[in-house]
Nanobody, 119 residues
Framework: QVHLMESGGGVVQPGGSLKLSCTVS?????MGWFRQAPGEEREGVAS???????YYADFVRGRFIISKDTAKKTVDLQINDLRPEDTAMYYC????????????????WGQGTQVTVSS
């Protein structure tokens, strides 16, 4: 059974950076990050397969970087040049097989960590 715990959210000024971490216990292949803004549907941000392939949503445009630290058993999301529209609850997700930025690839979800971008 896979368990996920996110950390690293907070309040950041526009233009700032944050690094979100997801601590993973259990076996999984695909790890991903999603976000959900108030009143909006949850959307995929980035994912990474066990083989190291990375997948990004079109809106990312180089500002988000997903990586994993095998020793720490974390999957991290570095977010740069934060904008007010990045304000959302960010969720870590895990899936057993195929990988991508769509919810159908994932069957386990974390509780989320809030990111607020405000001056």
């Amino acid at each position: 059974q896979v368990h996920l715990m996110e950390s690293g959210g907070g309040v950041v000024q526009p233009g700032g950076s944050l690094k979100l971490s997801c601590t993973v216990s259990g076996f999984t292949n695909c790890m991903g990050w999603f976000r959900q803004a108030p009143g909006e549907e949850r959307e995929g941000v980035a994912s990474m397969s066990g083989g190291g392939s990375r997948y990004y949503a079109d809106f990312v445009r180089g500002r988000f970087i997903i990586s994993k630290d095998t020793a720490k058993k974390t999957v991290d999301l570095q977010i740069n040049d934060l904008r007010p529209e990045d304000t959302a609850m960010y969720y870590c997700a895990a899936g057993p097989r195929s990988c991508g930025v769509y919810e159908r690839y994932f069957n386990t979800w974390g509780q989320g960590t809030q990111v607020t971008v405000s001056s």
